[in-house]
T-cell receptor
Framework: DVKVTQSSRYLVKRTGEKVFLECVQD?????MFWYRQDPGLGLRLIYF???????EKGDIPEGYSVSREKKERFSLILESASTNQTSMYLC?????????????FGEGSRLTVL | KQEVTQIPAALSVPEGENLVLNCSFT??????LQWFRQDPGKGLTSLLL?????REQTSGRLNASLDKSSGRSTLYIAASQPGDSATYLC??????????FGQGTTLQVKP
């Protein structure tokens, strides 16, 4: 079975802290994505990656960075967390290159920034 | 710019009813369309993926159709059950490799 695992389901951090959200997939997928989901705003793409060491900005990359050192792992980094980054963060992966195949999501990481 | 709309935002039906959820998109140049289910506080679960060359896909009590020319997709749920209560999202994939999501329809099936 396809599996996308997000390391933390719930996190509480303070303003200004550096936050790492980890995502691992076991399906040998090339594509990996980070979304955030907020009430009334739906899912918004933060960053995505088509391959190791490759990254592309999504629709709302400001305040975030990513790392993909290994094919199976895609990390989202908040360099200096702010309260407006309180959200549900969802990682996803899919097969293929530029054309998105079936997308599989992790369980989500709910981040609260105080 | 691709925009995806799902109407209604919320729907409540009695158990056993057949129902249709709607998804519309503004740019017909899509590669695929995917339907997801999301339970409260959880991630998204893929239900059905329709490639642009296909007209429909079926899985159990679910049937999704795609009409690219009119920019529409429907998700048909037969004989609804309380366990079907969730938010259903559609998303379209284009040549950028990204999926564009609708806002979702929250379904409640009453026993």
């Amino acid at each position: 079975d396809v599996k996308v695992t997000q390391s933390s389901r719930y996190l509480v951090k303070r303003t200004g802290e550096k936050v790492f959200l980890e995502c691992v997939q076991d399906m040998d997928h090339e594509n990996m994505f980070w979304y955030r989901q907020d009430p009334g705003l739906g899912l918004r793409l933060i960053y995505f990656s088509y391959d190791v060491k490759m990254k592309e900005k999504g629709d709302i990359p400001e305040g975030y960075s990513v790392s993909r050192e290994k094919k199976e792992r895609f990390s989202l980094i908040l360099e200096s967390a702010s309260t407006n980054q309180t959200s549900m963060y969802l990682c996803a992966s899919s097969l293929g290159g530029a054309n998105t195949g079936e997308l599989f999501f992790g369980e989500g990481s709910r981040l609260t920034v105080l | 710019k691709q925009e995806v709309t799902q109407i209604p935002a919320a729907l409540s039906v009695p158990e056993g009813e057949n129902l249709v959820l709607n998804c519309s998109f503004t740019d017909s140049a899509i590669y695929n369309l995917q339907w997801f289910r999301q339970d409260p506080g959880k991630g998204l679960t893929s239900l059905l993926l329709i490639q642009s060359s296909q007209r429909e896909q079926t899985s159990g009590r679910l049937n999704a159709s795609l009409d690219k020319s009119s920019g529409r997709s429907t998700l048909y749920i037969a004989a609804s059950q309380p366990g079907d209560s969730a938010t259903y999202l559609c998303a379209v994939g284009g040549n950028t490799g990204k999926l564009i999501f609708g806002q979702g329809t929250t379904l409640q099936v009453k026993p």
